[in-house]
C-alpha cells in the first residue's frame, strides 16, 4: 500500500513465527494500530519489517524524520521506532516535532511511545534521548527477542504469553559456503535463516554499503559527531 510515499507491510499468517504472535497480547487500547518505523538505511527497515511481520505486526516504513512526522501527523500508531542519526530530519527534532504536536493537537488521544533505535550506547546518549522526548531505546543490532520484549514493555497488556520468539541459528552449511560472512548474527536478529532471505539482504548490504562508506568519511572530515 502506498500512502504518503509510504510503503505499509501488512504481515500474513504464514510469515508468523509459531509461538511469536505477540498481536495477541498487545493493550486492547492499541490493538489494530501500526506500528511506525523511521530510518534512513534501507538494510535497517527492511530487517525492522521482517522482525514486525515475524511478531504479526502491521507497520509503515519511511525513510527520515520528515516523512515519519508527516506520517504520525495524519496516522494513528501503537508505537513509534525511529533512528536517531538521518539526513533531513534526525530522530531527536522529530521526537521534539511531535511531541509538540501532540501537545496542541493530540487532545484526548494518548501520547504514543517513541523508541529510539540508535548505534550509540553511552550514558549520553540514553540522556539526550530522554531529552527529546523519547521513551525508551535500543543500542543497533536489534535481536528479534529485544524487539519483542520492547514492544511489550511499552504497548503490551501485561499477559503472559507461553511462546516466546526464539532466534534462529542460522545454516550452518549456508555459513560455511559464505565464510567468513557470519550469516547467523543476522539470522539471529530478523529471526529466520530462510536462505534466500539471508542472501538478499547480504546482497543489499554489499549494494548499499560504498555510499553509507562515503557518508562516514565526510562525517569524519567535518569532524561531525
Not at 486492547?28 to 527492511?46: F, H, Q, Y
Amino acid at each position: 500500500q502506498t500512502w504518503l510515499g509510504i510503503r505499509r507491510a501488512t504481515s500474513t499468517k504464514s510469515e508468523i513465527s509459531t509461538g511469536s504472535e505477540i498481536a495477541q497480547i498487545l493493550d486492547p487500547a492499541v490493538a489494530g494500530k501500526p506500528i511506525l518505523v523511521i530510518d534512513d538505511i534501507e538494510m535497517n527497515r527492511m530487517i525492522a519489517s521482517r522482525q514486525l511481520q515475524q511478531l504479526g505486526l502491521s507497520h509503515d516504513l519511511t525513510t527520515n524524520g520528515s516523512e515519519g512526522l508527516a506520517a504520525a501527523c495524519k496516522g494513528d500508531y501503537a508505537l513509534i521506532l525511529a533512528d536517531v542519526s538521518m539526513p533531513v530530519m534526525d530522530g531527536y527534532e522529530f521526537t521534539a516535532r511531535w511531541r509538540d504536536w501532540e501537545s496542541r493537537e493530540g487532545a484526548g488521544r494518548t501520547q504514543v511511545p517513541v523508541i529510539a533505535m540508535t548505534a550509540n550506547a553511552t550514558s549520553s546518549d540514553a540522556e539526550r534521548c530522554v531529552a527529546a522526548g523519547m521513551d525508551d531505546y535500543m543500542s543497533k543490532p536489534v535481536t528479534l527477542d529485544r524487539m519483542s520484549a520492547m514492544i511489550l514493555k511499552w504497548i503490551g497488556s501485561g499477559a503472559v504469553t507461553s511462546g516466546e520468539p526464539k532466534p534462529a541459528t542460522g545454516s550452518k552449511a549456508l555459513l560455511d559456503e559464505l565464510s567468513p560472512i557470519d550469516l547467523s548474527v543476522l539470522a539471529s536478529i530478523i529471526g529466520s535463516d530462510d536462505r534466500d532471505l539471508l542472501l538478499q539482504m547480504a546482497d543489499l548490504f554489499v549494494s548499499t554499503f560504498p555510499g553509507l562508506q562515503t557518508r562516514i568519511e565526510q562525517a569524519i572530515d567535518n569532524q561531525d559527531r
